[in-house]
Nanobody, 111 residues
Framework: QVHLVESGGGLVQPGRSLKLSCAAS????????MAWYRQAPEKPREWVAT???????YYADSVKGRFAISRNNLANLVFLQMDSLKPEDTAVYYC?????WGQGTQVTVSA
């Protein structure tokens, strides 16, 4: 079982940046991708970004060019650098690995 803990969320003005972190512990399988999802109020959870073991990255169209996912396998950390934030990025952001989810971290983008 993998235990995931997200951090780094908060309140930020539109156009500013935030960097989320996900600390993983337990049976980490470095051969499997890590991903970020988010869920806005009264909306289904949606995929944001994925990073594969080889470093290949994939992004939802809504965040492409603004967000960057990275991974430190030695430290079992995954990051999500979020730039040029918009109010529609407001959501709880979750880290995901295989079948495990973190508890989420709230990101609020508001003036």
């Amino acid at each position: 079982q993998v235990h995931l803990v997200e951090s780094g969320g908060g309140l930020v003005q539109p156009g500013r940046s935030l960097k989320l972190s996900c600390a993983a512990s337990g049976s980490i399988d470095s051969g499997y991708p890590m991903a970020w999802y988010r869920q806005a109020p009264e909306k289904p959870r949606e995929w944001v970004a994925t990073i594969a073991n080889g470093g290949l990255t994939y992004y939802a169209d809504s965040v492409k060019g603004r967000f960057a996912i990275s991974r430190n396998n030695l430290a079992n950390l995954v990051f999500l650098q979020m730039d040029s934030l918009k109010p529609e990025d407001t959501a709880v952001y979750y880290c995901h690995h295989r079948t495990s989810w973190g508890q989420g971290t709230q990101v609020t983008v508001s003036a």
